[in-house]
């Protein structure tokens, strides 16, 4: 699994943690952010309704078990627009310990093209929102799985895609027009990891590494190779995986 993978291959790289920390405090200030506010702001409201039906302490308890269930789906969906932008120096370097130094088929966005795919990924999860949310009524919690997986798979590949001057509509086509078992277990995987609370939010370097070698280990056609990640006892000679003893490769 291309999650696991890519967190091994932090974990042998110590000089790819300076990468996660940064990306990886600005997250959690994020979701403490959201999380705190959302108790401030939901929580007296809570209680006042509590208080007609019962102990005020019950609206507490409410917002309690409204975190564990929605608040990390929420945060999965924010976190889309955002996460592949600060988490771009981290793959590239992911993809320099698996490649090497080459740099022939990166074509980065334009500044305002970036700003563009930012819009369209923020709209795209506010749509998966409002679906996933009507439809849970009928289908349970399917649709926010499910969601929450899409914009996963969506995310932790783009800093790869913008890399190649690829944005959210042809990175879309690639990803979907060419399913294979390997993407959909990753999608699931990183959905289903992402709606842990706390630990979604801890696994962001590993699911962005792990998003990265699920795409080098694409043909040109789409379809996946099979994963392998290879571990010696030499450097990379890339200038980020030199003198830790391990060199990494996807074919």
Sequence with gaps: MDIIHGTLLLWRHPRLWGLCLGPLF???????????????????????????????????????????????????LLAGAFAGLIFEPLSLAVEKVVRGADTSEMTPLSGGAA????GARLALSVTL?????????????????????????????????????????????????????????????AGFVSLIPVVGVLML????????????????TGVSKPPSINYSPSGTGDGVGDGDGVTSSVT
Excluded at 65 to 72: E, K, N, T, Y
Excluded at 115 to 118: E, H, K, V
Excluded at 141 to 157: E, V
């Design 26 to 76: 600005a997250a959690i200030l994020l979701y403490v952010a959201l999380g705190v506010g959302g108790g401030m702001v939901l929580v007296p409201y809570l209680q006042q309704w509590a208080g007609k039906i019962g102990p005020e302490w019950l609206g507490t308890v409410g917002f309690v078990a409204l975190w564990i269930v929605l608040f990390p789906f929420l945060f999965t």
């Design 129 to 189: 929102v409002l679906l996933s949310f009507g439809l849970g009524f009928v289908f349970g919690p399917i649709p926010g799985i499910l969601a929450a997986s899409i914009i996963g798979l969506l995310d932790y590949t783009s800093p790869i895609f913008a890399r190649r001057g690829k944005t959210l509509g042809p990175q879309w086509r690639e990803l979907f027009g060419v399913l294979n078992v390997r993407t959909v277990t990753f999608a699931l995987a």
């Design 205 to 220: 370097p590993g699911m962005i590494a792990g998003g990265t070698l699920l795409i080098l280990g694409r043909d040109k």
């Design 115 to 118: 700003l563009g795919d930012t």
